[in-house]
T-cell receptor, first 111, second 115 residues
Framework: GNSVTQMEGPVTLSEEAFLTINCTYT??????LFWYVQYPGEGLQLLLK?????DKGSNKGFEATYRKETTSFHLEKGSVQVSDSAVYFC??????????FGAGTRLTVKP | NAGVTQTPKFQVLKTGQSMTLQCAQD?????MYWYRQDPGMGLRLIYY???????DKGEVPNGYNVSRLNKREFSLRLESAAPSQTSVYFC??????????????FGPGTRLLVL
């Protein structure tokens, strides 16, 4: 079945450091890929998405590129801020109302 | 515009008790979902409703029932709670059923503790 594997945390970085959170997937067909972010005490909210191979999703300085050849959708940001501290979830959707999420990666950014 | 709302925010149950988690959305979305979030496991789909009047099982439906009361409301019922159902429950909605690539919009969650 479809599944998502993402880098286990927690990840702790200093402000302005470079961030990479790895995400790989297993799926049949051509899924859409997402990154959701969960701030403390809140529900998940969409950070970015890509619906086909080679698409790049971007938002708030975060980027991820849909790589079909490596079945990956790694999240990157060039310079993290304290306000980026949250839990990040990679997810895939195979067009059948069955969104699959990774386990989540907790990011803490220190001043 | 409240988005997706859930009640209650927190609940403690004893084993065997029943309860209903409520969810409502004001975005005129067709599809609604219930997930549970457990440490180290991400979110897992319990049930979903692709449109008003339909419901379907997700990945982990055992021990739960759902009702799509109308287009706005989608409730989750635990008939006889078990400690294994201790979790954080999230409701979500999306505009159209079965359309790949659609964003899901999440409520703030209900934290349930079953003793």
């Amino acid at each position: 079945g479809n599944s998502v594997t993402q880098m286990e945390g927690p990840v702790t970085l200093s402000e302005e450091a470079f961030l990479t959170i790895n995400c790989t997937y297993t799926a049949t067909g051509y899924p859409s890929l997402f990154w959701y972010v969960q701030y403390p005490g809140e529900g998940l909210q969409l950070l970015l998405k890509a619906t086909k191979a080679d698409d790049k999703g971007s938002n708030k300085g975060f980027e991820a590129t849909y790589r079909k050849e490596t079945t990956s959708f790694h999240l990157e940001k060039g310079s993290v801020q304290v306000s980026d501290s949250a839990v990040y979830f990679c997810a895939l959707d195979s067009n059948n109302n069955d969104m699959r999420f990774g386990a989540g990666t907790r990011l803490t950014v220190k001043p | 515009n409240a988005g997706v709302t859930q009640t209650p925010k927190f609940q403690v149950l004893k084993t065997g008790q029943s309860m209903t988690l409520q969810c409502a959305q004001d975005m005129n979305h067709n599809s609604m979902y219930w997930y549970r979030q457990d440490p180290g496991m991400g979110l897992r789909l319990i049930y979903y409703s692709a449109s008003e009047g339909t419901t379907d099982k997700g990945e982990v439906p055992n021990g739960y029932n759902v009702s799509r009361l109308n287009k706005r409301e989608f409730s989750l019922r635990l008939e006889s709670a078990a400690p294994s159902q201790t979790s954080v429950y999230f409701c979500a909605s999306s505009p159209s059923p079965g359309q790949g690539g659609e964003t899901q919009y999440f409520g703030p969650g209900t934290r349930l503790l079953v003793l």
